[in-house]
């Protein structure tokens, strides 16, 4: 068997990186803002929300809550989904360690115009 291409990366660069990909469209954006608003909601809400059929915001929640920045309830015949907050603390950390770093150095050495 084979080793795959993520096997050479941490599993926390794996993570990040599906993290990423997952925001990578405008659409799960656009979920991730209203969840932000409104902390919690169902599917029919957000089909209400975006202009996009039911069937295509299943499919980005389903995106969302697989990589963990979202997570799911079952509240009567409907699944009310809010913002996983340990994947963002996660996130917030991660960045800011990045941001840390970059505030600190000096690129090239040359001035931006």
């Known amino acids: 068997m084979g080793i795959t291409k993520t096997d050479h990366f941490t599993e926390k660069q794996n993570q990040m990186a ?3 990909k997952a925001l990578g ?10 969840l932000l ?3 919690q909601c169902i599917c029919g809400d957000l089909v209400n929300e975006l202009p996009l059929a039911q069937a295509t915001i299943s499919q980005h929640l389903k995106e969302l ?9 079952i509240e009567g015949n409907s699944l009310c989904y809010c913002i996983n907050l340990e994947t963002f603390e996660l996130l917030k950390n991660y960045f800011g360690q990045i941001i840390s770093v970059v505030q600190n150095q000096k690129c090239c050495e040359t001035e931006v115009k």
């Open 65 to 73: 809550k697989s990589v963990g920045l979202i997570q799911g309830s």
């Open 25 to 34: 469209h405008p659409a799960r954006i656009a979920i991730i803002e209203h």
């Open 18 to 20: 599906a993290i990423a």
């Open 37 to 39: 608003k409104v902390n």
